[in-house]
T-cell receptor
Framework: SAVISQKPSRDICQRGTSLTIQCQVDSQVTMMFWYRQQPGQSLTLIATANQGSEATYESGFVIDKFPISRPNLTFSTLTVSNMSPEDSSIYLC????????????FGEGSRLTVL | KQEVTQIPAALSVPEGENLVLNCSFTDSAIYNLQWFRQDPGKGLTSLLLIQSSQREQTSGRLNASLDKSSGRSTLYIAASQPGDSATYLCAVRSGTNAGKSTFGDGTTLTVKP
């Protein structure tokens, strides 16, 4: 398994501000992802965080709005920029462990409320 | 594009009952299928992982099956308990180990004492 720590666990932010979410994994992982879960909905993949290079974004998500850093194989950050109430969601960091099994593990999530 | 559907959206059962949750997917070229549990406001906890070459996996009171040809998976929960109340999500990883996972909308289970 994998132990994944996310900070902050929750925050309340004002419209127009930005918030950076941190994800720390207890061991080196190749694949790390950021998901969004809007209220009452399932998970949507925002991007794949690539170590040492730019993240790979899914359709509908752009780097200017969701800049991602991944300086090493155990750490990543997601910034939600210029927030609006529509950005109120749970943001989840996940990793794949097990080269052959490809099992996905998640952090506890960061619940963001934008006023 | 992979699409994952979970039925029913919500389920309420009395304690002790056996139950089945369903997951269907449109593209059978999958790498694996994973069942998760999510408690309100929390992250996802991995329950069972089935590789594309496998037919089922078991853990305690949980049994998950996979039928790739029909694009279906089921999660069987035996002797349900109030502590099983949560949302259960199915995720399908497409193609290879580097493929993306597509999630269903989940089934919210309530087990009444």
């Amino acid at each position: 398994s994998a132990v994944i720590s996310q900070k902050p666990s929750r925050d309340i932010c004002q419209r127009g501000t930005s918030l950076t979410i941190q994800c720390q994994v207890d061991s080196q992982v190749t694949m790390m992802f950021w998901y969004r879960q809007q209220p009452g909905q399932s998970l949507t993949l925002i991007a794949t965080a690539n170590q040492g290079s730019e993240a790979t974004y899914e359709s509908g998500f752009v780097i200017d709005k969701f800049p991602i850093s991944r300086p090493n194989l155990t750490f990543s950050t997601l910034t939600v920029s210029n927030m609006s109430p529509e950005d109120s969601s749970i943001y989840l960091c996940s990793v794949v462990k097990g080269r052959d099994t490809g099992e996905l593990f998640f952090g506890e999530g960061s619940r963001l409320t934008v006023l | 594009k992979q699409e994952v559907t979970q039925i029913p959206a919500a389920l309420s059962v009395p304690e002790g009952e056996n139950l089945v949750l369903n997951c269907s997917f449109t593209d059978s070229a999958i790498y694996n299928l994973q069942w998760f549990r999510q408690d309100p406001g929390k992250g996802l906890t991995s329950l069972l992982l089935i590789q594309s070459s496998q037919r089922e996996q078991t853990s305690g009171r949980l049994n998950a099956s996979l039928d790739k040809s029909s694009g279906r998976s089921t999660l069987y929960i035996a002797a349900s308990q109030p502590g099983d109340s949560a949302t259960y999500l199915c995720a399908v990883r497409s193609g290879t180990n580097a493929g993306k996972s597509t999630f269903g909308d989940g089934t919210t289970l309530t087990v009444k004492p």
